[in-house]
């Protein structure tokens, strides 16, 4: 509601001006005002995302320290994977210590083995490649959409017909025989990308996915939240995510033979049993503490006004952004968006640039694009498509001041 998002507005731009050497009617001013303005903000530094503690946080975090349940075994640790289950209609939720080992959790129980190729996209944050490579897996890299920023079915569609040839129900990378064992999608900034369409793409090639749905807690695609198309999804609840357990991660997923294997990989393997200590495979300590699940529950209880209010947020700056030279990026229709960065595209890489100094300089703190993955030094050799969507994203993006505005209610 954009009309009701002006009216809230309380600080005068006469005041805000005066902080500005620059005259008020240059192009970026105007992007810095209308970000000051909205969260009511005259001149003090303004962050992309902060955490918000408006509910049981403390209650919940005093109740572990008296309790004495600080570690991986107690009630708030189950209770937060119950909370996940009920929020993402996944019949099964494993809490993890962060989403990097999440990812690498979910991509051992999908199949993955050292020597296999493992698909994602070069618009993602470094831990989904890295987690890959974790798992002992190559990544190959296929373009992003322009509107989505995720995965494109058609890229992957293209790149697997040119790349891959099926035997013995498996897809085979051609020049290198190296088997593609997953295919992991990433929902950026929280929109959700084309997730049936890639799953379909994928099932031809008989190749499990497992969606990054590091950044989009509560975001839809259709009825259904993300993380529940392919055979695992994964979560993180980083302090600068739309929901915080300090760190912590989150694997989802409705095949209960996955989910028992990923709680069970995820507790060191151990065979549950009164006071033995027997391991039956080798494990992992993932566990999410409960120390960090107290937080995460408190934050969960919270994330439908999170998510609303990102959304009202998400109004007024495409109400702001309607008549102007950057381009505000939308949810793809027929999806909802958390809206957790929002997301400018300016007309070309120079004003990016100028854009990112000036606001940085301003105090109002903007980013771009992750570096695209094939770039890093250590994915540099790995086999890459056409990505000149994700270059060309890459050269315009920018995220800008997104947190949930306590003075909007
Ligand atoms: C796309 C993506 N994947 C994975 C992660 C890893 O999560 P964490 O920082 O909790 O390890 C993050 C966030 O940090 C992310 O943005």
Known sequence: MPGSGKK?????????????????????DEILIFIRQTFKEPEGFIPLHAPYFGGNEKKYVLDTIESTFVSSVGAYVNRFEEMMQQITGAKFAIATTNGTIALHLALLVAGVKPGDAVITQPLTFAATANAIAHAGATPVFVDVDKDTMGLSPLALKDWLKENVEI?????????????????????????????????????????PVVEDAAESLGSFAGDTHTGNFGLLGTFSFNGNKTVTSGGGGAIITNDEKLGKLAKHLSTTAKVQHAFEFKHDMLGYNYRMPNLNAALACAQLEQLEEFVNNKRELADIYAAFFNNRN??????????AANYWL??????????????LVYSNEKKVMTRPAWQLMNKLPMYRDCLAGDISNAEWLEARLVNIPSSYRKSSN
Request: aromatic letters at 10%; hydrophobic letters at 35%; one cysteine or more.
């Open 326 to 335: 950057e381009t505000f990026v939308k949810e793809r229709p027929g999806s």
């Open 342 to 355: 929002n997301t400018i595209l300016f007309p070309d890489h120079e004003t990016q640039q100028e854009f």
């Open 167 to 207: 035997k013995q129900g498996a897809g085979f990378i051609k020049s290198t025989g190296q088997r593609i064992a997953a295919c992991v999608p990433m929902h950026t900034f929280g929109f959700p990308l084309r997730i049936v369409e890639v799953v379909a793409v994928c099932n031809e090639y008989h190749i």
């Open 8 to 28: 809230k507005i309380s600080v005068s731009i006469k005041r805000i001006s005066t902080i500005y050497n620059h005259p008020m009617n240059t192009s970026y």
